[in-house]
């Protein structure tokens, strides 16, 4: 197992992701396997990868408990336990639910501290709330640090850099490691690239989550595939995938959720060795990469003569991002999340089909029609 180091620890770089753990026969997402995900900490354990994530909503709640299950089994020194806290939902930033709901995480997990703990998902709607001083988050988790319940404290974020910086110029010098979604699919798609940047500048280890982008890079097309076997013909389509993130300056550690003793199996062997992509092989992978996303997107160069020209006023290229965002991925929590944190008026639903913008798009984009698109799919 490749490891690295972080302050006095070493850890291993391919960590346990408990966010799609194996289910029972014929279960929903609360009906976690127990007796599976044991024999895949099991093995986890057994090649080194001694690093368990997971958080207070996975599966239903229940993620918590059936890996505080599978660990109870290890002496507790013996592995690393990251949970988080459930800012994602505005509603758990509160002084009167902070404590409550740390003391039940531990509860869950059958612990006495974390390892890890992160403020869960930093973006548009929930980073004043989380920095409120009346809120007591950052207060309250600060002092469970210093108790020794948190081992180190760091945050997780799918807001966009200016949100991360908001964040880091606030509460930055308390932040150990900071985990984003990387992978080479976002790396411009979603400005990983600068997050990641920001992270370094600020020498911030970073960790990783989606580095398969929700599989999407683990089923490549064929000619996808094709274009990368030339240049690394026994590389599998996930291989590559790690490879990239093991080329990125500052990443510590990789996590994956794992659904089946063979998916961890595969990516144990993977982490065996570390293999950063050379020069050509990252253009090549970037170029594959860009390939997925204008098939499928619109392109907006963010020029902004549409902004001059919309009579409400809207962010037209910001709103674009995001419907390209949920168009590739098909769904997805983070458009509807940043949209969610604009004013009604500010919304793609507000957009009156004038269509001024269009009249000046250098691109000829029909953006009215893909706002109404976008409204319609947000409900």
Request: charged share 25%.
């Amino acid at each position: 197992m490749i490891t690295k180091q972080f302050q006095n620890l070493t850890l291993p770089q391919l960590g346990f992701g408990s966010m799609r753990l194996p289910l029972l026969p014929g279960g929903g997402d609360e009906d976690a396997d127990q007796a599976a995900v044991d024999r895949m900490v099991d093995t986890a354990m057994a090649r080194g990868a001694n690093y368990f994530d997971t958080a207070y909503g996975y599966h239903g709640g229940k993620s918590e408990v059936v890996i505080g299950k599978a660990l109870s089994r290890y002496p507790r020194e013996s592995f690393f336990l990251a949970d988080k806290f459930p800012g994602y939902d505005v509603d758990n930033i509160r002084a009167d639910k902070v404590e409550a709901i740390f003391e039940e995480q531990l509860r869950r997990c059958g612990v006495e501290y974390f390892d890890f703990y992160l403020f869960h998902n930093v973006y548009e709607r929930n980073v004043e709330p989380y920095l409120d001083p009346e809120n007591r988050v950052v207060e309250y988790l600060l002092e469970q640090k210093r108790n020794g319940r948190i081992r180190h404290l760091g945050f997780s974020a799918h807001g966009a850099l200016p949100v991360i910086r908001k964040f880091l110029d606030a509460v930055g010098e308390h932040m150990e490691f900071g985990q984003l979604q990387l992978n080479y699919l976002d790396w411009d798609f979603q400005q990983a690239r600068d997050k990641a940047a920001e992270l370094n500048r600020r020498n911030i280890p970073i960790w990783v989550m989606e580095p398969l982008r929700g599989g999407r890079l683990a089923r490549l097309t064929e000619e996808e595939a094709e274009k990368l076997r030339a240049l690394r013909p026994g590389e599998s389509p996930v291989g590559w995938a790690f490879r990239f993130l093991q080329s990125v300056p500052g990443v510590t550690v990789i996590l994956s959720g794992m659904s089946s003793q063979e998916q961890l199996e595969d990516n144990l062997n993977l982490f065996e060795t570390e293999t950063p992509l050379t020069d050509a092989e990252m253009d090549a992978l970037l170029k594959v990469a860009g390939g997925m996303v204008n098939s499928r997107t619109l392109p907006c160069t963010a020029c902004r003569y549409c902004v001059d020209h919309c009579p409400r006023g809207l962010d037209i290229p910001n709103l674009l991002a995001l419907y390209n965002e949920h168009t590739f991925t098909g769904g997805g929590f983070i458009a509807p999340m940043a949209v969610g944190a604009l004013p009604e008026d500010k919304r793609p639903s507000a957009c009156i089909g004038c269509r001024s913008c269009e009249r000046v798009c250098p691109q000829q984009l029909k953006i009215s029609e893909a706002l109404a698109d976008f409204a319609r799919q947000l409900g």
